[in-house]
């Protein structure tokens, strides 16, 4: 920080980037609109750069104003961490790590992972969100969870990945459907059957990889329904819409009038993998990463 400049200064800085409204950054403030005015004037003279465009009433940021909002908001976030994670020891705790995962993660891989850590950290607390994907991807970059749990081919610059589990596919079908494992020949006999899918936006690769499949057996499915609730998926097959197809660890943990086929000679198979963003912060991280 420069000498002159004070903690508030940033704060108010990041008040106006974020309304592009003096006023209203004022009044979020509790200060008077002239008065914070006169700190962003001292802020942009202090530094020697101009923060904002000001157009009668229009506010715009600079690009290196644009820059700066964006940097600082990492790294205060990264401060609110650290004081997290301090407040966290002085109340016994070792540490915190907030997890971001898809459905299917939850089944086995998450759980065996907790528990093994657990084992020989038993003092740290966990947050577990259900995120699809690209949820997941945004909020890895902006530091809101440390690891995420995903079925992706590549992530972003800054991003780091590991592959955890290879997982095969499997058919979903209602209970009462006349196929079964014993006369189950290959997908063709799904041809002019509905399929309810996992929505493009839940991955688009392991969307372009369950279409792949159908490529393979020489058809296009009539996609009814799409979802990225894999629960959504099961209803909606239990109550006779359609079929699907989803990752075979996903068969674990419903009790649902369903029957699977895991599809065993296709070529086919998903991954899970575990990513984390490489600025992060958390000391407990790297502790977790060196169990798997």
Request: glycine share 6%; hydrophobic share 45%; net charge negative.
């Given at each position: 920080m420069s000498n002159h400049l004070e903690f508030r200064h940033y704060k108010y800085f990041l008040a106006v980037a974020e309304d592009l409204h003096f006023r209203k950054a004022a009044e979020r403030l509790f200060i008077s609109q002239p008065g914070l005015s006169r700190q962003i004037k001292q802020m942009e003279d202090e530094l020697g750069i101009k923060l904002f465009k000001r157009h009668n009433r229009k506010v715009e940021l600079t690009e290196a104003g644009l820059y700066l909002q964006q940097e600082l908001k990492n790294n205060f976030r990264q401060l609110d961490?650290?004081?997290?994670?301090?407040?966290?020891?002085?109340?016994?705790?070792?540490?915190?790590?907030?997890?971001?995962f898809v459905g299917s993660a939850m089944q086995k891989v998450i759980p065996d992972l907790l528990m093994k850590f657990r084992n020989s950290h038993p003092n740290i607390t966990f947050?577990?969100?259900?995120?699809?994907?690209?949820?997941?991807?945004?909020?890895?970059?902006?530091?809101?969870?440390?690891?995420?749990?995903?079925?992706?081919?590549?992530?972003?610059?800054?991003?780091?990945?590991?592959?955890?589990?290879?997982?095969?596919?499997?058919?979903?079908?209602?209970k009462n459907h006349p196929i079964d494992e014993t006369n189950f020949k290959s997908l063709l006999q799904f041809k002019e059957e509905p399929f309810i899918l996992f929505d493009p936006t839940y991955s688009e690769s392991y969307y372009e990889k369950v279409?792949?499949?159908?490529?393979?057996?020489?058809?296009?499915?009539?996609?009814?329904?799409?979802?990225?609730?894999?629960?959504?998926?099961?209803?909606?097959?239990?109550?006779?819409?359609?079929?699907?197809?989803v990752p075979t660890t996903?068969?674990?943990?419903?009790?649902?009038?369903?029957?699977?086929?895991e599809l065993k000679k296709i070529k086919q198979q998903t991954t899970l993998k575990i990513i984390w963003n490489s600025k992060n912060t958390n000391p407990i991280l790297k502790n977790f990463l060196d169990i798997i």
């Open positions: 961490d650290l004081i997290h994670h301090a407040k966290l020891l002085n109340s016994g705790i070792n540490g915190h790590l907030n997890l971001g947050s577990l969100n259900e995120i699809d994907n690209n949820q997941q991807v945004k909020a890895l970059i902006e530091q809101e969870i440390d690891i995420g749990f995903v079925r992706i081919e590549r992530v972003p610059k800054g991003l780091e990945m590991k592959p955890l589990f290879k997982d095969t596919f499997s058919l979903v079908l209602p279409m792949q499949i159908f490529d393979d057996s020489g058809f296009a499915p009539i996609v009814s329904h799409s979802t990225v609730n894999a629960i959504s998926i099961y209803r909606l097959v239990e109550n006779n819409f359609g079929v699907s197809i996903l068969k674990e943990g419903f009790n649902l009038d369903v029957k699977f086929i």
